[in-house]
């Protein structure tokens, strides 16, 4: 009797962190962090990477998607979601080279997704912006997005609604 309740405790003990509860506790980073420094036990279950990856997102963590869209491979959602995350962080290593580096973005097209990087980078692309002094102002539905850099090379996008901060990401 004891190596049946030793036995079922193990892979609590081991899985201890419950990723779905934490999730819907909005706990996003610690989710994004735990999930990223216990990839090798977690690589082989979709939905949990999956959930890790969207936490990094939540918390602009892109640089931590790569590790995960590698494992993203074995059902139509999974990759679905690896073609998410990936277009994400294709969309952010360019609007930090558009911003900062004058890269021309005109050539290229993207699905366009409900994140604000998404947003930005479809109206840089087809010029659907004005340009105060070194920031870039978007207005598309209701919203107003500001993208600058800064004296440390960080991308800024801060978006407006009704002229009232709603939310701020930045990207290196």
């Not at 558009?98 to 005109?106: F, K, M, Q, R, T």
């Not at 993207?110 to 870039?136: A, G, Q, R, Y």
């Not at 090379?153 to 609604?161: A, R, S, T």
Request: proline share 2%.
């Amino acid at each position: 009797m004891k190596k049946k309740v030793l036995l079922f405790l193990v892979p609590f003990m081991l899985f201890g962190f419950d990723f779905k509860k934490e999730y819907l506790n909005h706990n996003f980073t610690k989710i994004c962090k735990y999930g990223i420094n216990h990839i090798n036990k977690i690589k082989n279950n979709e939905d949990t990477l999956s959930l890790v990856g969207f936490s990094c997102v939540k918390r602009d963590y892109f640089i931590y998607l790569p590790t995960i869209i590698n494992f993203l491979k074995n059902s139509k959602k999974s990759r679905d979601n690896s073609i998410y995350f990936s277009l994400l962080f294709i969309e952010k290593k360019l609007l930090i080279s558009y911003v900062i580096d004058g890269l021309d973005i005109s050539y290229y097209r993207f699905p366009l997704i409900k994140h604000p990087i998404s947003v930005v980078m479809n109206s840089l692309i087809n010029e659907n912006f004005t340009k105060e002094n070194d920031t870039f102002i978007i207005k598309k539905d209701n919203k107003t997005y500001k993208v600058y850099k800064t004296d440390d090379n960080k991308v800024y996008i801060d978006v407006y609604e009704n002229n009232s901060l709603k939310e701020s990401h930045w990207y290196r």
